[in-house]
């Protein structure tokens, strides 16, 4: 099983492909809504960036299925997410959201790496009462690798 490459791989993709749809359905929707500006593999804590907005691609699980002769992983895609009103901030973690699901779905294969990718679910995480307004919303995301 060799499969670390994907998570790479579609932190590449997300880079390549991520900012263009924000932008897009951000100006159809007459919102204000800052690009990503670094993208990364691996944790790191949404609440204590220096760089907002931030994308990172994390490993969450990996299953062997046999029956279909793939590997199937499982990757939390999260935007660490900075504004200045609550308005403004539910509305980029909106437009995230719609543009993290719609480059899955424009090309479920990832730029051709996978079998099929879907999104799965999203989590919105606002910040609590007085706290800085940081919000992550994170998308978890199936990845079918064919085995073959």
């Given at each position: 099983?060799?499969?670390?490459?994907?998570?790479?791989?579609?932190?590449?993709?997300?880079?390549?492909?991520?900012?263009?749809?924000?932008?897009?359905?951000?100006?159809?929707?007459?919102?204000?809504?800052?690009?990503?500006?670094?993208?990364?593999?691996?944790?790191?804590?949404?609440?204590?960036?220096?760089?907002?907005?931030?994308?990172?691609?994390?490993?969450?699980?990996?299953?062997?299925?046999?029956?279909?002769?793939?590997?199937?992983?499982?990757?939390?895609?999260?935007?660490?997410?900075?504004?200045?009103?609550?308005?403004?901030?539910?509305?980029?973690?909106?437009?995230?959201?719609?543009?993290?699901a719609t480059v899955i779905e424009d090309d479920p294969t990832l730029g051709g790496v996978a079998?099929?990718?879907?999104?799965?679910?999203?989590?919105?995480?606002?910040?609590?009462?007085?706290?800085?307004?940081?919000?992550?919303?994170?998308?978890?995301?199936?990845?079918?690798?064919?085995?073959?």
């Amino acid at each position: 099983m060799k499969i670390w490459n994907i998570y790479r791989t579609v932190k590449g993709y997300l880079e390549q492909n991520l900012n263009s749809k924000i932008e897009a359905l951000a100006t159809d929707a007459n919102i204000a809504c800052a690009a990503a500006k670094a993208f990364w593999v691996g944790w790191r804590d949404p609440f204590n960036l220096k760089d907002y907005n931030s994308v990172f691609v994390v490993p969450d699980t990996l299953k062997r299925n046999d029956d279909a002769v793939t590997d199937d992983v499982s990757i939390a895609i999260i935007a660490a997410l900075k504004s200045p009103t609550p308005d403004s901030l539910s509305d980029q973690m909106g437009i995230y959201a719609d543009a993290i699901a719609t480059v899955i779905e424009d090309d479920p294969t990832l730029g051709g790496v996978a079998f099929e990718a879907n999104v799965i679910d999203f989590d919105f995480s606002l910040p609590a009462p007085g706290s800085p307004l940081i919000g992550a919303l994170t998308a978890i995301i199936m990845v079918r690798m064919d085995r073959i």
